[in-house]
Each structure stands twice: as structure tokens, then as C-alpha cells.
């Protein structure tokens, strides 16, 4: 199973500002991105959409108009607002009045998505392009996408993928939720969580990629999310980081590794990244956890 492609890294089909360098775009490993800084105006005619493609609106304020077959809509935008543009619609006219705009753009490849297993189903209702919705959820995750391609992706290509799988499931879940289709149930079993298990431990140092962890079950990788999530109840990459610091905490209390050392061997990519993981989870930093274990050796010492 093959990984999201890269090709395309930056989306920016107005050529906006885009607020993503050359270089922390190539190291972005998921769906192609687009992170830019409106004009206070936008204009374009007529064009149809070239790939699929979710926009949102991160912050600011905009008024918007688009012209569509017969049909032309116009919005007040505020941050959390998205559109979702399907390959082959027409766009007759676009025209945004901006204020202090910023937009998240994200391609969602449909002849790429069998790649990731996200085959849409022949029942299911096709994608439609809707103009303006809210989503909190997917709000979240692109967010958190422009985040980490912005902070040059320290977490990797699982991050990455787990975050575009993500959006490309929930879209489908719109669509089947127009078609009253069920979600999906069944979980992994107890074999294939062990199996997994035992293969993350012994690659924790490597850049693990989703592709990876679904070819070791046997699933796609969007049905291997699907299973994952209902089996553990959390996804793939957090399964991952509470494996490298659960590892990297035990070297801590246990061994003499220096930090640096530890957190290259658990997969983080650097000991600054690794502090932040590690603050987030356990409310100390792992110069804390070293040096509590330096006082109770010296204690056990003068005894």
C-alpha cells in the first residue's frame, strides 16, 4: 500500500500569500495544503474545479459570491466557515471582499483516494459541492494540518496521513449521512492489536506511516482506521505517541541515555519535541523525570 502522494504540496489557485515556506511545504507527507493570507480582494471567472478541494475560512471576516451554472449564492463568512469544491463543478464567477482573511485549503484527490483505501462505495450518494457549512470537527483537523506543516511536521508522515485520512472519511460520512447510510461497525482483534503492538515497539525510532501499520493486518488504510478507532477508541498516531512516551519515560526513570538520545530513539524529532510531547501528557518535562531519578539515586547513596 502506497503512501498519500506529494505531489502538488501547495494549493493556492488565486496566488494568495501563502503563509507555508518551500521547504516546510516538501516536508508536509499528507493531502495537498494550501495555508494563505487573503488579498482584500479575491476575483475570478469562469474555470471548473480542477480537483476536489475544502476550503476554510481560519480567521477574518469575508463576503463572498459565487456564480454556478444558473445559479449565483452569496455568503458572510466567519471563521469555521468551509466550502467544498468537487472536481468538474463549473464556477461562472467568485468574487471575496476580505478582512483580515486567512484560508485553509485542502485537496482531496478522488482518483488518489483508492490509494488510501477510500474507494467511495458504488451505493453511496456521489460528493457534492456545497458552498458554505460548518463542521467543527473538520475544523479541528484542518487547523490542526496548517499547524503542523507550519511547524515544519515534527510528527511525521502517520500524523500527516492519520490528519488526511481523517477529512477524506468525514466527507464520505456526510455523503452517506445524505444517503442514511450506518456508519461502520467491527473492531480488530485481540491477535492483530498484539501484532501491531509488537511491531511499533520495535520501530519506535522510524518515521511509521499509516500505510504501514494497515498492511500489517491486512486492511486499508481507511478501513484500518475505521476498526482502529472503534477498537481503541483513539486513532492510530495517538496509539503511536503514547507508545514512544511511555518508552522514552521508562528510559528516563531506568536508564542513562542522555535525553537527546532518548528522544531520537523514540521516534521524536527532536528533545524540544519531545519535552512538548511529554509535557502535554504527563504535566512534567523529561529534565524533571531525569533529575527526580538523580535524587533518589543520591538518596539511596547516603543511606
Same mark, same amino acid.
Given at each position: 500500500?502506497?503512501?498519500?502522494?506529494?505531489?502538488?504540496?501547495?494549493?493556492? =489557485?488565486?496566488?494568495?500569500?501563502?503563509?507555508?515556506?518551500?521547504?516546510?511545504?516538501?516536508?508536509?507527507?499528507?493531502?495537498?495544503?494550501?495555508?494563505?493570507?487573503? =488579498?482584500?480582494?479575491?476575483?475570478?471567472?469562469?474555470?471548473? *474545479?480542477?480537483?476536489?478541494?475544502?476550503?476554510?475560512?481560519?480567521?477574518?471576516?469575508?463576503?463572498?459570491?459565487?456564480?454556478?451554472?444558473?445559479?449565483? #449564492?452569496?455568503?458572510?463568512?466567519?471563521?469555521?466557515?468551509?466550502?467544498?469544491?468537487? &472536481?468538474?463543478?463549473?464556477? +461562472?464567477?467568485?468574487?471575496?471582499?476580505?478582512? +483580515?482573511?486567512?484560508?485553509?485549503?485542502?485537496?482531496?484527490?478522488?482518483?488518489?483516494?483508492?490509494?488510501?483505501?477510500?474507494?467511495?462505495?458504488?451505493?453511496?450518494?456521489?460528493?457534492?459541492?456545497?458552498?458554505?457549512?460548518?463542521?467543527?470537527?473538520?475544523?479541528?483537523?484542518?487547523?490542526?494540518?496548517?499547524?503542523?506543516?507550519?511547524?515544519?511536521?515534527? +510528527?511525521?508522515?502517520?500524523?500527516?496521513?492519520?490528519?488526511?485520512?481523517?477529512?477524506?472519511?468525514?466527507?464520505?460520512?456526510?455523503?452517506?449521512?445524505?444517503?442514511?447510510?450506518?456508519?461502520?461497525?467491527?473492531?480488530?482483534?485481540?491477535? &492483530?492489536?498484539?501484532?501491531?503492538?509488537?511491531?511499533?515497539?520495535?520501530?519506535?525510532?522510524?518515521?511509521?506511516?499509516?500505510?504501514?501499520?494497515?498492511?500489517?493486518?491486512?486492511?486499508? =488504510?481507511?478501513?484500518?482506521?475505521?476498526?482502529?478507532? +472503534?477498537? *481503541?477508541?483513539?486513532?492510530?498516531?495517538?496509539?503511536?505517541?503514547?507508545?514512544?512516551?511511555?518508552?522514552?519515560?521508562?528510559?528516563? &526513570?531506568?536508564?542513562?541515555?542522555?535525553?537527546?538520545?532518548?528522544?531520537?530513539?523514540?521516534?521524536?524529532?527532536?528533545?524540544?519535541?519531545?519535552?512538548?510531547? #511529554?509535557?502535554?501528557?504527563?504535566?512534567?518535562? =523529561?529534565?524533571?523525570?531525569?533529575? &527526580?531519578?538523580? *535524587?533518589?539515586?543520591?538518596?539511596?547513596?547516603?543511606?
Amino acid at each position: 500500500m502506497s503512501d498519500i502522494p506529494r505531489e502538488r504540496v501547495q494549493v493556492n =489557485p488565486h496566488g494568495e500569500r501563502s503563509l507555508l515556506t518551500a521547504r516546510l511545504a516538501t516536508q508536509w507527507q499528507g493531502f495537498a495544503l494550501g495555508w494563505v493570507e487573503a =488579498p482584500p480582494k479575491v476575483e475570478a471567472g469562469r474555470s471548473e *474545479v480542477g480537483r476536489t478541494t475544502l476550503a476554510m475560512l481560519d480567521c477574518g471576516y469575508a463576503q463572498a459570491e459565487f456564480a454556478s451554472g444558473r445559479k449565483s #449564492f452569496q455568503y458572510d463568512l466567519k471563521p469555521g466557515a468551509m466550502g467544498l469544491f468537487v &472536481q468538474g463543478t463549473p464556477i +461562472n464567477r467568485l468574487r471575496w471582499e476580505c478582512r +483580515n482573511v486567512r484560508r485553509i485549503m485542502v485537496e482531496v484527490d478522488l482518483a488518489a483516494l483508492s490509494e488510501l483505501g477510500m474507494e467511495i462505495p458504488s451505493r453511496m450518494p456521489p460528493w457534492q459541492t456545497e458552498f458554505e457549512f460548518h463542521d467543527d470537527g473538520l475544523a479541528a483537523v484542518l487547523r490542526m494540518m496548517a499547524s503542523e506543516a507550519a511547524n515544519g511536521s515534527p +510528527n511525521g508522515q502517520l500524523y500527516a496521513q492519520s490528519l488526511s485520512v481523517g477529512v477524506a472519511m468525514r466527507l464520505q460520512q456526510r455523503a452517506a449521512n445524505r444517503g442514511s447510510l450506518h456508519a461502520e461497525r467491527g473492531k480488530l482483534s485481540a491477535a &492483530q492489536v498484539q501484532r501491531l503492538d509488537e511491531w511499533i515497539h520495535t520501530h519506535l525510532g522510524q518515521d511509521i506511516s499509516l500505510p504501514q501499520l494497515a498492511e500489517l493486518v491486512g486492511l486499508s =488504510p481507511a478501513h484500518f482506521v475505521r476498526l482502529f478507532r +472503534n477498537t *481503541v477508541g483513539y486513532a492510530p498516531y495517538h496509539h503511536v505517541l503514547r507508545s514512544r512516551l511511555a518508552w522514552a519515560r521508562q528510559q528516563l &526513570q531506568a536508564g542513562d541515555l542522555p535525553i537527546t538520545a532518548i528522544a531520537a530513539e523514540a521516534g521524536f524529532s527532536s528533545q524540544s519535541h519531545l519535552t512538548t510531547a #511529554f509535557r502535554r501528557a504527563y504535566e512534567v518535562t =523529561p529534565a524533571q523525570i531525569r533529575r &527526580q531519578k538523580q *535524587v533518589l539515586s543520591a538518596q539511596h547513596e547516603i543511606r
